[in-house]
């Protein structure tokens, strides 16, 4: 395994594991910002805004001549060209540094510079075909777009509606992208098209049915067809397939989880409304706020004093999922940043032990730096090697945890992250197929080597950003197969019956949540109790 990984390494230029567990970047990692914009209800990726404007910057400054379009054309040229090299993690990396140090523009237009990166990137297959089908050169599919034809056409769809044919030759932009040598004509009918056949999607073909998810909605195809054969390709099957994608290319809700060790909800929802934040408690996480609009939160009082921190509400319910008992000992296996850790220690009240293990030493600096924002006392970071669950970490862990063992062990597993693509515009062209089947091994084994942390009647929760069986339950059946003194506990027991049906298939059995507008988004998680 290893050496496939670094093999990868060298032929990508890509950290797997960094990219696989991109969920859990520190909070001022690439292009955060721009998470925090809204969308329109209009075609993928679409952004408010008139003939004039588009999210309040003058349409002549977002022309690809104007002062911001320049930045977002040079941007895309950084990503196209560095993604066939070293990959779409480290190209997009390089945008965001690129992106971080532009300071001549205010704040709004450098949020809009940074969104329509991120929705370009998202778009790419659908802009690719489009930029095929309308122009008047060269129509060969192995050409490749400029980023100026890319982000026209972009902007293009934000401002012309699909299902107004005559609105191609009225918009400001049918010389812009006569200079292009693209005819609005050929690109508005290529639109109509993909529509049309989006609408008849249940009537064709599997294989078609592949062709216009991916097209339409700008996926790969290897990626459509996992999620066609894991929700299947029947009229339920589809409907479900389709609404997870069309979520996939909005922008995710903002959302933060109360510090209940400071403070209660209803409290850090007026305080945060004092700031000029509105907030609204979210239905599932009893801890939660969606937050109005995009507004820097880190730059409030109320984060600077560890009231909230940025959470989605899936991952606030796999914390609470968790149940930690008064003064119990817990682990969180792969803790990163420390999100869910930080969740686990208020839901403790600052009582017991908490051990943060990680294998990257920068990420546990950064959950520490933010234990101590939130007030947290009893938390203990632990960098361990790679092969710490070959053997439960004997030779690494505390004396104190080999001695009494866990009673909760979380295993928040690296995975391919298909439940968080909307926040992530890179994963869908970065990830593989193969590398599925590779995080399946990875999982399976962590989710062992961490069960040997948990003492009898103690539980051990798996988790993952992804809502494909064979990241989810199909590890999970493979553990039991090989650990019998480990059953399953029905989410319905912990949460109760009515509670677990907004998070749960209809058994009650597992947590699962899909993207959803608003809501969200893909999490997966499993309670397992070690029965002797």
């Known amino acids: 395994m290893t050496n496939l990984r670094n093999a990868r390494r060298r032929e990508r230029g890509e950290n797997l594991a960094e990219a696989f567990s991109s969920r859990k970047r520190p909070a001022t990692e690439f292009l955060d910002a721009m998470r925090h914009e809204g969308t329109s209800a209009g075609d993928p990726g679409a952004l408010p805004g008139t003939v004039d404007t588009l999210l309040g910057v003058r349409l002549s400054d977002a022309l690809p001549s104007g002062t911001v379009g320049r930045e977002v054309v040079t941007l895309l040229g950084i990503v196209e060209d560095l993604a066939g090299t070293r990959g779409y993690y480290a190209a997009m990396a390089e945008a965001g540094r690129h992106l971080r140090a532009l300071r001549s523009l205010h704040s709004r237009a450098r949020r809009f510079v940074g969104d329509a990166l991120h929705n370009i990137v998202r778009l790419l297959r659908r802009l690719r075909l489009l930029a095929l ?12 777009p400029s980023a100026a034809v890319l982000y026209s056409i972009w902007l293009y769809e934000q401002q012309v509606p699909a299902v107004d044919p005559a609105a191609s030759l009225r918009t400001p932009l049918a010389p ?11 690109l508005q009918a290529a639109r109509l098209q993909l529509a049309d056949r989006l609408a008849r999607i249940a009537n064709l073909p599997l294989d078609e049915q592949i062709d216009v998810l991916g097209e339409a909605l700008s996926y790969p195809a290897w990626l459509v067809r996992s999620f066609v054969e894991a929700f299947g390709a029947d009229g339920a099957g589809l409907d479900r397939v389709l609404a997870i994608l069309r979520a996939q290319n909005e922008r995710a809700p903002l959302c933060v989880r109360v510090n209940r060790l400071r403070a209660a909800r209803e409290h850090v929802a007026d305080r945060l409304r004092q700031e000029g ?10 801890d939660g706020l969606y937050l109005d609009g995009h507004e820097n939160v880190y730059a409030t009082q109320t984060f600077a004093e560890g009231l909230v921190e940025l959470q989605d509400e899936g991952s606030q319910l796999i914390a609470e999922l968790c149940a930690p008992p008064p003064g119990g000992i817990v682990v969180d296996a792969c803790a990163g940043a420390g999100g869910k850790t930080l969740a686990l220690g208020a ?5 017991g032990r908490l051990l943060a293990l990680d294998i990257e030493r920068h990420k546990l600096d950064e959950l520490v730096r933010r234990a101590r924002r939130a007030g947290l006392s009893n938390v203990q970071a632990l960098a361990v090697p790679e092969t710490w669950t070959l053997d439960g970490g004997a030779t690494n862990l505390p004396s104190w945890l080999r001695a009494s063992l866990a009673d909760r ?6 995975c391919s992250g298909l439940g968080v693509l909307r926040r992530n515009p890179e994963a869908r062209w970065r990830l593989q197929a193969a590398d599925l089947a590779e995080l399946a091994t990875t999982q399976l084994r962590i989710l062992l080597g961490a069960a040997q942390l948990v003492r009898p009647q103690g539980r051990l929760i798996y988790s993952t950003c992804t809502v494909l069986p064979l990241e989810n339950e199909q590890v999970v059946a493979r553990f ?4 019998p003194d480990f ?3 029905p989410i319905k027991d912990i949460f109760g019956a009515s509670r677990a049906r907004g ?3 209809p058994d009650g059995m597992y947590l699962r949540t899909l993207p959803r507008p608003g809501g969200p988004d893909g999490f997966f998680a499993a309670v397992l109790r070690r029965v002797s």
Do not use: E, F, W
């Open 480 to 483: 039991l197969a090989m650990r």
């Open 133 to 144: 089908a309308a122009s008047d050169a060269d129509r060969s599919p192995s050409r490749r």
């Open 409 to 414: 062990v979380l295993v928040d597993a690296p």
């Open 503 to 505: 998070c749960s298939d």
């Open 277 to 286: 934040l509105i907030a609204h408690p979210t239905a599932l996480a009893s």
């Open 347 to 351: 839901l403790l009240q600052g009582r």
């Open 176 to 186: 812009l992208l006569a200079q292009k040598g693209l005819s609005p004509q050929r």
């Open 487 to 489: 059953q399953t506990v």
